[in-house]
């Protein structure tokens, strides 16, 4: 079976850094790409960084770019999301998935919320307060 178990959200001020992390089992690093995606209180869904565990490659929103970066560790399995100068906007539950960058990292979200991720964690809660 399949899991995504993210950990490392916290409350923190404005300015300040966390790192996510996503542990994934069932499957092995190398042949996919892992996407981080965050929902913030009533906003849409929407992506925010996303590895090629095959060939390292990195895409970013633009709101993410510059300030995150993502990682991963094969041997670990397990994706990292290094989340510095952070803003209050980057508040929300971040949910890390399985499936293609160019799905996940888009400037117009799917309308019917449909991102076509193979799997998807349960999520882990960011506030950066004001």
């Known amino acids: 079976e399949v899991d995504l178990v993210e950990s490392g959200g916290d409350l923190v001020q404005t300015g300040g850094s966390l790192r996510l992390s996503c542990a994934a089992s069932?499957?092995?690093?190398?042949?996919?790409?892992i996407a981080w995606f965050r929902q913030a209180p009533g906003k849409q869904r929407e992506g925010v960084a996303c590895?090629?565990?095959?060939?390292?490659?990195?895409e970013y929103t633009a709101s993410a770019k510059g300030r995150f970066t993502i990682s991963s560790d094969r041997a670990k399995n397990t994706v990292y999301l290094q989340m510095n100068s952070l803003k209050p906007e980057d508040t929300g539950v971040y949910h890390c998935?399985?499936?293609?960058?160019?799905?996940?990292?888009?400037?117009?979200?799917?309308?019917?919320?449909?991102?076509?991720?193979?799997?998807w964690g349960k999520g882990t809660q960011v506030t950066v307060s004001s």
């Open positions: 069932g499957f092995s690093f190398g042949y996919y790409s």
């Open positions: 998935a399985v499936g293609p960058c160019i799905l996940a990292i888009t400037a117009t979200p799917p309308p019917d919320g449909y991102w076509g991720m193979d799997y």
């Open positions: 590895i090629s565990t095959n060939d390292g490659h990195t």
